[in-house]
Nanobody
Framework: VQLQASGGGLVQAGGSLRLSCAAS????????MGWFRRAPGKEREFVAA????????RYADSVKGRFTISKSNTKNTVYLQMSSLKPEDTAVYYC????????????????WGQGTQVTVSS
């Protein structure tokens, strides 16, 4: 499956953005989906993930209550709604797909999109 992330940009602290990740070339409803990010000088980290049926959302503690992941199997797209953004959310955000049942673990993801830059100014 091929993944294309979009929706990043520059936003002020406290603002919102919605990231989208469009999938093609596979049966999207078979995959659990995740969002990850890599901040400058840091390792890529887990942000959020959801089961193939758009159930069981999981979040990193740092984004709980601010970010919402959702998956549309009719549109072959996964979204990340980000609110109350902070400067520490600045990173390149990646979407990824896995058929592994342990969908909250970065090591289990096989397919990756190219990333979209999110910059939050203070």
């Amino acid at each position: 499956v091929q993944l294309q992330a979009s929706g990043g940009g520059l936003v002020q602290a406290g603002g919102s953005l919605r990231l989208s990740c469009a999938a093609s070339g596979g049966t999207f409803s078979n995959y659990n989906m995740g969002w990850f990010r890599r901040a400058p000088g840091k390792e890529r980290e887990f942000v959020a993930a959801v089961r193939r049926s758009n159930t069981g959302p999981r979040y990193a503690d740092s984004v709980k209550g601010r970010f919402t992941i959702s998956k549309s199997n009719t549109k072959n797209t996964v979204y990340l709604q980000m609110s109350s953004l902070k400067p520490e959310d600045t990173a390149v955000y990646y979407c990824a797909a896995t058929s592994n049942i342990n969908y909250a673990h970065i090591a289990n993801y096989h397919y990756w999109g190219q990333g979209t830059q999110v910059t939050v100014s203070s």
